[in-house]
């Protein structure tokens, strides 16, 4: 017999998690005001509301912290750290920044102005964010396939080339800031971009002199589908696809969180010292000295050994193995659930799955709620709520998919926890037709409002 699937870890310490009763839930979420960010993580027994700064750390991460340099300035941390990005991503120069969304910020200063357009594959909501605060748009130009959950299209993340050209066509080239290609693409699913498209994504944007940055969270799943699924790269290591994907990009974002496997950090980096120049001063105001930019030096020394971890040997095999083994225990029962199943999440499509609940009602927050009251299990909704308002009409923005996300964090569950999580989205299936209802908005603030938004219950007069 061929030997079934296993980790390629054992564990060293272990966090307990706690069950809870049903009607514990009920209290906690109500006094939550049906807000998942608002809950305890106590009141939670398995966590997949994101997968961002949420894995667990190596033995060999643990112990490059201790040998973290804290000088201000000039500390080998921070040239350890730009020795691995020089190494993996070939990028002369970088800043490193507290988060991702920071490194958004500085490298937004100095690219977009008002009344830009940023194109890209459906912008991660930080993203889009930093664009619109600065009155600039942003425009998606994904693959239609992405919009459809039931489609194998393998690279579900890829930009539609003619949507890219049209935009550079009808615009002023002053006008486009860049092109933001999200690796992988999170708001279509954790789905794939190809290196033919990014190939042709940088064709099309020299042409045009447009610069491209790659919003890089998810930089070593996104190589490993390549090495899956696009036949000349079977047999090429994922350093080597990492390595080629990055020279098709100017500049990149990274939130450390996920692919760095590390609990908090981030960076930027750029070809060319020009670029470097611009950001740092902005980098200095809003993060840190360029030698730390709101990282302690033990934290640069673990990101620098999480980034080889993650594109060497086997790491990847056994993480997007777990997330499968979810979404095919789901799809095994129908649930409809966006196919192929992505890199870090499994996100089921709450419109097909809750049909009789309106989309005012907000349908994956709904299925995310009773998902938390079955099992206590945490997801989170990526629809209407995390959409917002349209900045100008003020009126609900409905996106294509209503998705209920269920991210896995890296090394941190087992296969056993997925399965408690698979059986309780099992049970709502069995009685969806019972759920009629969803919720309303009490309070929300104007921008990112799903993370403080305040719902409750839409009672059904009888
Ligand atoms: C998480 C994420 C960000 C923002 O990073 P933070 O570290 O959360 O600030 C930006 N883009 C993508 C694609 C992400 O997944």
Request: net charge neutral; proline share 3%; with cysteine.
């Amino acid at each position: 017999m061929e030997l079934p699937f296993a980790e390629s870890y054992r564990i060293k310490m272990v966090e307990p998690i706690y069950k809870s009763s049903r009607a514990q839930r009920e209290e906690w979420i109500n006094a939550a005001n049906y807000n998942l960010f608002n809950l305890r993580s106590e009141q939670v027994y398995i966590d997949l509301l994101t997968d961002s700064g949420t894995g667990a750390m190596s033995d060999n991460q643990w112990a490059a912290l201790m040998t973290g340099d804290e000088s201000y300035a000039g500390s080998s941390s921070y040239y350890n750290l730009k020795n691995t990005i020089k190494t993996i991503f070939g990028f002369e120069y970088f800043l490193p920044t507290h988060q991702g969304r920071a490194a958004e910020n500085v490298l937004f200063s100095v690219l977009v102005k008002e009344g830009n357009i940023i194109p890209g594959n459906s912008h991660f909501d930080t993203t889009k964010g930093h664009i619109e605060f600065r009155n600039a748009s942003a425009i998606d130009c994904t693959i239609n396939e992405a919009f459809d959950t039931e489609s194998e299209h393998p690279f579900k993340g890829n930009i539609d080339l003619d949507k890219l050209e049209k935009v550079y066509t009808s615009h002023a080239k002053e006008k486009i800031s860049m092109v933001v290609v999200t690796l992988t693409c999170n708001a279509s699913g954790g789905q794939p971009v190809s290196m033919k498209n990014m190939r042709e994504i940088s064709e099309l944007s020299k042409k045009f002199g447009i610069k491209v940055v790659f919003d890089s969270a998810r930089f070593a799943e996104n190589a490993w589908f390549i090495q899956q699924r696009e036949e000349e790269y079977r047999d090429k290591t994922i350093k080597q696809i990492v390595a080629e994907m990055y020279s098709y990009a100017d500049a990149m974002t990274m939130s450390s969180k996920k692919d760095g496997i590390v609990n908090i950090g981030g960076f930027m980096a750029m070809r060319t010292e020009e670029l470097y120049k611009q950001a740092s001063a902005f980098n200095i105001m809003f993060e840190g000295f360029n030698t730390y930019g709101g990282m302690a030096g033990r934290d640069m020394n673990a990101l620098s050994v999480g980034l080889h971890e993650i594109t060497d040997g086997h790491y990847l095999d056994n993480r997007i193995e777990q997330v499968k083994y979810l979404g095919d225990q789901l799809i095994n029962w129908d649930i409809p659930i966006q196919r192929p199943i992505g890199g870090h999440a499994v996100f089921v499509d709450a419109t097909k799955f809750l049909k009789q609940v309106k989309k005012e009602e907000y349908i994956a927050q709904t299925l995310a709620i009773e998902l938390y009251l079955e099992a206590g299990v945490r997801g989170v909704e990526v629809g209407t709520l995390l959409a917002d308002r349209d900045p100008i009409t003020k009126e609900n923005r409905y996106p294509v998919l209503e998705m209920l996300r269920l991210a896995i964090p890296r090394r941190t569950y087992t296969n056993n926890h997925m399965n408690v999580v698979a059986v309780a989205l099992k049970n709502i299936f069995d009685r969806k037709d019972k759920i009629i209802s969803g919720l309303k908005i009490k309070s929300e603030a104007p921008i990112m409002r799903h993370f403080s938004v305040e719902l409750e219950r839409i009672k059904i007069k009888k």
